[in-house]
């Protein structure tokens, strides 16, 4: 008798076991937050423009011509790394190489005379950000933070046409009032499609806005960057 309550005994101290790990496995594959560590090469597409006021602390200098630009389209290129710190939340950092800029396009009514221009801002990146990840095989992705930025290089390309119908162009990669340091707010929202257990593929809309100036304390203007694109990165999972 008493081996027979043994026997049972054991018996139900197994299978409580069991169920409860059969119980653990099964919540855990419940969780549909993304709780991997993942490297990501991106590309960037996004339409650039700019806020553009006068300084009124300097000159006061008028916009002139400059308040008929328009936005321009730039790519950017990125590796990061996304780090979970809890169970919904992830740090998401690494280096970029990133632009912003603006376009002009004159065309005189009254002969065949023309300009227009291309300007670049580019900069080398580290954006910071808070990420998280809702789904298994398509997970829904968000970001925010914030993205500092040293100033790289300055490229304006020029092209003109004269009344006589001469052409003619230049580069301008000489700028000596920009800022060394800006620092930008950044948001992301898109989809990570898991091919398998490593890799991935994340299409995320993004913008970005630019918070302080682009040039010097003491220059002419005001001018701080806005982008909307695309970002679309091969993803890694350690």
């Not at 800029?101 to 023309?114: A, H, M, V």
């Amino acid at each position: 008798m008493r081996h027979l309550l043994f026997i049972c005994c054991l018996f139900l101290i197994s299978y409580s076991t069991n169920a409860q790990l059969i119980s653990s496995d099964q919540n855990k594959s419940k969780s549909t937050f993304n709780d991997q560590t993942f490297i990501y090469l991106g590309v960037d597409v996004l339409n650039s423009f700019r806020d553009l006021n006068p300084n009124i602390d300097h000159l006061n200098t008028p916009l002139g011509e400059r308040a008929n630009e328009i936005p321009r389209w730039l790519t950017g290129y990125s590796v990061r790394v996304t780090v979970p710190i809890m169970k919904m939340l992830k740090v998401n950092t690494g280096l970029s190489f990133q632009q912003n800029g603006e376009s002009y396009n004159w065309l005189s009514n009254e002969t065949d005379s023309s300009f227009s221009y291309q300007t670049s801002f580019r900069y080398i990146a580290m954006p910071v950000q808070i990420s998280g990840e809702f789904g298994k095989k398509i997970g829904l992705y968000g970001a925010c933070g914030l993205t500092p930025a040293i100033f790289s290089s300055f490229l304006q390309k020029q092209q003109w046409r004269n009344a006589l119908g001469s052409e003619d162009s230049q580069d301008i990669s000489i700028q000596d009032d920009c800022n060394s340091f800006i620092i930008s707010f950044q948001a992301d929202l898109g989809l990570h499609y898991h091919i398998n257990e490593q890799f991935g593929i994340q299409l995320t809309a993004r913008y970005r806005k630019q918070l302080n100036n682009t040039y010097r304390e003491f220059e002419n203007y005001i001018h701080k960057a806005h982008a909307l694109g695309f970002n679309c990165s091969l993803s890694y999972q350690f």
